[in-house]
């Protein structure tokens, strides 16, 4: 096992409240030493001056499209992705074909991320069998895998069945375990194809109103007090479930809430050229969502930026608008939009931003060898530099898609070295293929 020292870099973790210059000692897997001046004998040297050194990434949200769409991602793709992204853990959403809604594909997809060794794959299971909204899927099962299942989701789909809902929520107190909600009330959103507006009206397309999100994170937050369960608000697109979230916090219910890199970058006049790569769900939204979201962000309220990194094939995504599937690549980008949308504009600053893209969101897994620097835990690490300029080419991304609306976007802050249990993934920014050890 090689032994790494990082020099001189500005190491934040907010894990442990840490925010000062110094280096890293990364040895046997693990944090060895944080401190002035250390002397790694034998450890290659990495100069970090300039950099930030934090703990790595935790994506809550990846559609990784293996088993089913190998063409679109396969788990090599979308680790080598967020490899790159800076993430040492991801979370894969069930939505596969099959579903992942036994043991045995969330045990082959967890497995066969452990194989190759980029990053963390977890495994979100299905709340009901084939998504389909009906039948319990096999959440027992699951969560004693040996992929240990902390989350379940219908994500694509919000659960409809207000009763199905409170039962599946009572079942899932048994395990601790935490019920993801994609809110969106399928009557109130049916043909939708953006934000429903005065910008939906003038390109004449047809909207999905804010209430349809809102609506169903009412329903489960009323739920989640009802049965104690753990609730989690995938991509909070309003400044309506924002607030939600809010006042469920202050009255003490067990509620996390995500958020995506598009839903604080972009705004429904994103749709203006009718792009299918601006083509998302839950919609891109209007200026008062958007701020109301990065305000969530900033003040804590909501808990994590998490992806919802959607690979499409092109021949899939280049056709008309209403045609096109919706949803958006994000494991490569979202750190540098992250630090140009929110902490370059002022909104908050880095120390916040690790939190909402390691900390917490580890936290909300249960992964106890991610988001935290703390000496002797796992070396989960990415160094960054805070400053350096670059625009996305949608042709160099590690991810076997191409769907990015963010091609050609010039963005501040980039990856420079990301290590999953002490190995680098990446060095120079560049994704190692096979892992050095
Ligand atoms: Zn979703």
Redesign the pocket.
């Known amino acids: 096992m090689s032994e790494w020292l990082l020099k001189g870099g500005r190491v934040i973790d907010p894990a442990t409240e840490r925010d000062e210059i110094a280096d890293v000692h990364i040895a046997d897997g693990v944090i060895a030493a944080i401190g002035k001046s250390l002397q790694g004998v034998g450890a290659e040297l990495i100069d970090a001056q300039g950099a930030v050194i934090a703990p790595g990434f935790v994506d809550l949200h990846t559609h990784l499209r293996e088993p089913g769409r190998e063409d679109e991602e396969t788990i090599a793709s979308a680790s080598a992705a967020a490899a790159a992204g800076g993430y040492t853990a991801i979370c894969a959403m069930p939505n596969t074909d099959p579903v992942c809604d036994t043991s045995s594909v969330a045990e082959k997809v967890w497995a066969l991320g452990r194989e190759l060794g980029l990053v963390d794959v977890r495994v979100a299971g299905a709340l009901s069998r084939g998504l389909e909204g009906a039948v319990m899927a096999d959440i027992g099962e699951m969560a004693r895998s040996a992929a240990r299942v902390t989350m379940f989701t219908d994500?694509?789909h919000g659960v409809q069945d207000s009763l199905f809902a409170r039962r599946t929520m009572e079942y899932l107190v048994a395990f601790d375990a935490i019920y993801a909600e994609?809110c969106e009330d399928a009557a109130l959103a049916a043909g939708g194809q953006m934000n429903e507006g005065d910008r939906s009206a003038a390109l004449g397309l047809r909207g999905i109103p804010a209430e349809a999100e809102e609506l169903m994170a009412a329903r489960d937050i009323a739920l989640a007090k009802l049965t104690g369960c753990r609730l989690h608000l995938?991509?909070i697109s309003t400044a309506g479930t924002v607030e939600l979230v809010r006042r469920a916090r202050a009255e003490g219910a067990r509620i996390t809430g995500e958020a995506t890199p598009h839903h604080f970058t972009l705004t429904d006049a994103a749709l203006e050229t009718y792009d299918p790569l601006m083509k998302v769900?839950p919609p891109l939204r209007s200026d008062d969502d958007v701020a109301a979201v990065i305000r969530g962000l900033a003040d804590g309220t909501i808990d994590a930026i998490a992806t919802?990194h959607a690979p499409h094939a092109v021949e899939e995504k280049d056709q008309e608008f209403g045609y096109a599937p919706p949803g958006m690549l994000g494991l490569e980008t979202a750190m540098a939009l992250g630090i140009t949308e929110l902490v370059a504009a002022g909104h908050l600053d880095l120390p916040v931003l690790i939190e909402l893209m390691s900390t917490r969101p580890a936290r909300i897994l249960g992964l106890d060898a991610q988001g935290s620097l703390e000496v002797g835990s796992a070396a989960n690490v990415v160094v960054f530099d805070p400053v350096a300029r670059w625009t996305v080419d949608a042709s160099s991304l590690q991810s076997k898609s191409r769907n990015t609306p963010f091609h050609g976007r010039e963005v501040t802050g980039r990856v420079m070295h990301t290590f999953f249990e002490g190995r680098p993934t990446v060095l120079d920014s560049k994704v190692l293929s096979e892992a050095t050890t």
Do not use: E, I, M, Y
Request: net charge negative.
């Open positions: 994500d694509g994609h995938l991509h769900n919802d």
